[in-house]
């Protein structure tokens, strides 16, 4: 139960039994010489606070807590209380039940605790709950937290989380949450009586039977009230009108329910009102025989020439005169208003009541008013006779058709007779127009015309129908089917455009100068190309054929086709033709000398361009194209033979030839080319001139190569085994074959046009000194040394040497000796 701290520091604190300290509050000490107390832990407390250390020298010093408290601290003098709405049931047994806050437990529901310290909860008791299941110490720490059922609920337990709802077919109408007898047991929910019911558990108060139903029991069987289907439905033919949920006493009963009136029916059981025929239909029966009401089928739908207005009614309305109603009672959405009864169609009139349809006016007549007043369709003299211009072919005409524009029709009306078909409208004669629905027809007028008579209205239906007379006639009467035509030698411009210009024959107005004109001509014509006219407007007759116009003379032209009259009034409107060119009579424009030709002459005398005799063919080397004042030379390098022989040979460039190979030319204008001479060649084959228009394109050949001909276009090759120096230097040195040199010793070509020979080479010799090429034609000409022998260079035959033999030493140094010495010399 004691301790000393000290661990061999102060001696002071170990020199007397006083040094030992009994153990404090919540500790205790069971071993001797301890140099501390030791904690009672949680759930535990211990009361002394170092008095006494025999209250200190054993662990069950330590005290577990009482029921209701709890300690979570280690060194504790005391428990704590868990609090109200809490409990602890262990009564100082089990320390483990009290070390923690969390050992007191909130109590469970449909319980409380007021008091702090509780072993246990205390029930709510029946007809309350408490809904918290142990989670929340304060909804349970106060009778009030337990609450009284509400209304349509009771529990017979006494510690109830929740509160049973009153069966379907019951109601419990306290709300007061204050008197838990009024809900502590079953018995408190009461059967709901006649007329009502309730259809879901807990109902505070039971529903009244809606409209058009009822329920007889008078609470004797929750089940005859237990949903909406137990209070029955009226039967068909009947109905209850209630619907406001108050008055019970309206649905206890079937006499509650009454049989519809007239244009009423009810199809279905259940009905809260009759329903109403609707308009166009109707129901005679004033409720007396609820048989005649149950089905919709027992309206009827008004009759034709009948309606009905209203949703309910007992009898139909007949249309007045001047309208129809067709339907025979098959729709009532056609009898449903007075507007069913239409108002007859244009064309139409009803002389009757009630009428079904309406009655059509005949052909010739007519009904303009359509659908709009009845006043204007209830006899037969509302249809009347066609007016003038019209006709009607149709029974039930809205409105006369109107004769087509090109036709008319008199009579103003009076008989129906010639108003009945389209035929009854004649169509204008020729000379007349009209519009629609005329009674006359109306004059073209001067200056215009129609052919047309009488057979085609489209040829008439508009003044537009009368043409205005064309360009070159004219109309003086106002009723024609055709126009006058100006005569030749007079034209009358205006095509058509205003009649005020066609209306007499003086509006035709004689040609002009360099004009003519043929019968019924818009304007006169200009003389052509090549002629003209001197005449101005003095005499028609002098202008009324294309022959009354003049030719210009062989020789001349004029070259205007047709286009400005100034230029065909006068014989000096002719011009003579220029260089290269020549004309007959009477031409437009002159014509070219032929390519090949030329003619010198510019507009000097016309006795030099009258005739193509008097084109002139170009002479030899030079050519033309058409219309050419001379001829054109074919240039250097180029030549043409033909010397003013054939035109067609002088006609262009290609007829001037280049030469051919081994030829040139270096005049602009010849006939022929010049040869190239003996020892040059010229190769180009009469492609290029430039390659033929100097003499020194003929080139001197080249090495190897030489020429004996003239006009050559290649050199000839010197053979193998020959050569030729020279490289287009001298011509003496290629004119020749002569020229071509055979290798000399030591030497061989095997090549043609060589220019020199090749050595054998070291180890070889050739013998022959130029005197046959066939010695030299071939590098095998060139013979190896024979035994004994050497050579270093070229020389012309074999070098001796001795024959004796000699040994390997004595060969070598004797060569050896020999090479030096031709190093030397």
Do not use: W
């Amino acid at each position: 139960g004691m301790y000393l701290a000290d661990d061999r520091v102060d001696i002071l604190n170990h020199d007397s039994v006083d040094d030992c300290s009994v153990c404090g509050l919540g500790k205790y000490q069971d071993q001797l010489a301890a140099g501390s107390c030791s904690a009672c832990g949680g759930g535990k407390y211990l009361v002394d606070d170092g008095t006494d250390h025999l209250s200190h020298d054993n662990v069950d010093d330590c005290v577990v807590c009482d029921s209701g408290k709890y300690q979570d601290q280690s060194s504790a003098a005391s428990c704590s209380d868990c609090g109200i709405g809490k409990h602890i049931a262990d009564n100082a047994v089990d320390y483990s039940l009290h070390d923690e806050l969390s050992d007191c437990l909130v109590c469970e529901s449909g319980k409380f605790q007021d008091q702090a310290v509780a072993a246990s909860c205390v029930d709510c008791g029946a007809g309350r709950f408490l809904a918290d299941e142990g989670v929340d110490a304060s909804e349970h720490d106060s009778v009030h937290k337990c609450l009284v059922c509400s209304a349509g609920t009771y529990t017979e337990d006494t510690h109830a989380a929740s509160c049973t709802h009153c069966m379907e077919g019951k109601f419990l109408t306290d709300d007061s949450a204050e008197d838990r007898e009024l809900h502590d047991e079953e018995a408190d929910c009461s059967i709901c009586t006649a007329g009502k019911y309730a259809a879901i558990s807990g109902s505070v108060n039971c529903l009244v039977c809606g409209k058009g139903t009822y329920l007889v029991d008078t609470g004797t069987d929750a089940e005859l009230h237990n949903e909406e289907a137990d209070c029955t439905m009226c039967a068909a033919g009947l109905f209850l009108t209630d619907d406001s949920g108050l008055d019970s006493t309206l649905h206890d009963s079937v006499d509650d329910c009454t049989i519809c009136a007239s244009g009423k029916f009810s199809g279905e059981g259940g009905a809260g009102t009759c329903t109403d025929c609707g308009a166009g239909r109707y129901l005679s029966d004033a409720g007396t025989d609820a048989a005649l009401h149950d089905f919709e089928t027992d309206c009827t739908v008004c009759s034709s020439g009948s309606y009905q207005d209203e949703p309910s009614a007992a009898t139909c309305l007949q249309c007045v005169k001047g309208k129809s109603l067709e339907d025979e009672g098959t729709s009532a959405t056609s009898h449903d208003d007075e507007s069913d009864c239409a108002i007859c169609e244009s064309g139409k009139y009803s002389g009757v009541e009630a009428a079904a349809t309406c009655t059509d006016c005949g052909v010739g007549y007519f009904l303009t008013d359509h659908e709009t007043d009845a006043t204007a369709h209830d006899s037969s003299e509302d249809c009347s006779v066609c007016s003038s211009g019209k006709y009607q072919g149709q029974n039930a005409a809205a409105s006369c058709t109107s004769c087509i524009a090109g036709t008319y029709l008199t009579d103003p009306g009076t008989d129906h007779l010639l108003h009945d078909n389209v035929d009854d409208c004649t169509t204008c004669a020729s000379g007349k127009y009209s519009g629609l629905g005329v009674a006359l027809c109306t004059d073209c007028g001067v200056g215009k015309y129609l052919t047309d008579d009488g057979v085609n209205a489209n040829l008439h239906n508009s003044e537009s129908d009368c043409i205005i007379c064309g360009a070159g006639s004219y109309q003086d009467q106002s009723v024609a089917a055709t126009c006058t035509s100006c005569v030749a030698g007079k034209h009358l411009t205006n095509d058509g455009t205003s009649a005020a210009s066609h209306d007499d024959e003086s509006d035709c107005a004689i040609c002009g100068v360099g004009k003519f004109s043929l019968e019924r001509s818009r304007t006169c014509t200009v003389c052509g190309g090549g002629k003209y006219l001197v005449d101005s407007g003095t005499d028609a007759s002098l202008h009324d054929e294309e022959g009354d116009c003049t030719s210009c003379v062989a020789g001349r032209y004029l070259n205007d086709e047709g286009t400005d009259p100034a230029l065909h009034d006068s014989i000096s409107d002719c011009s003579i033709c220029g260089f290269g060119k020549y004309s007959g009579e009477g031409f437009p424009v002159c014509t070219d000398c032929m390519a090949g030709k030329y003619l010198t002459d510019h507009i000097g005398s016309v006795e030099l361009h009258d005739e193509e005799g008097d084109c002139t063919t170009c002479g030899f080397g030079k050519y033309s194209g058409a219309g050419d004042a001379t001829c054109t030379d074919c240039g250097a390098g180029r030549y043409l033979a033909d010397d003013g022989g054939d035109a067609g040979a002088h006609n262009e460039l290609a007829d001037c030839l280049v030469c051919a190979s081994g030829k040139y030319q270096v005049s602009a204008v010849a006939d022929t080319c010049v040869d190239c001479g003996i020892g040059k060649h010229l190769t180009d084959e009469g492609a290029e001139a430039e390659e033929h228009d100097n003499e020194a394109d003929c080139l001197v050949c080249e090495e190897g190569k030489y020429q004996t001909e003239m006009s050559a276009a290649l050199c000839s090759d010197c053979g193998a085994g020959m050569y030729l120096a020279d490289d287009r230097v001298d011509i003496l040195n290629h004119d020749s074959v002569d020229d071509c040199s055979v290798c000399g010793l030591g030497k061989y070509q095997d090549q043609l046009a060589a220019g020199s020979c090749l050595a054998c080479g070291g180890g070889k010799y050739l013998v022959d000194d130029g005197t046959d090429y066939l010695a030299h034609d071939n590098v095998d000409d060139c013979v190896v040394c024979g035994s004994g022998k050497y050579q270093v260079g070229a020389p012309s035959d074999e070098l001796s040497m001795p024959s004796t033999a000699i040994s390997n030493a004595e060969n070598t140094t004797f060569l050896t000796t020999l090479l030096v010495g031709f190093g030397r010399g």
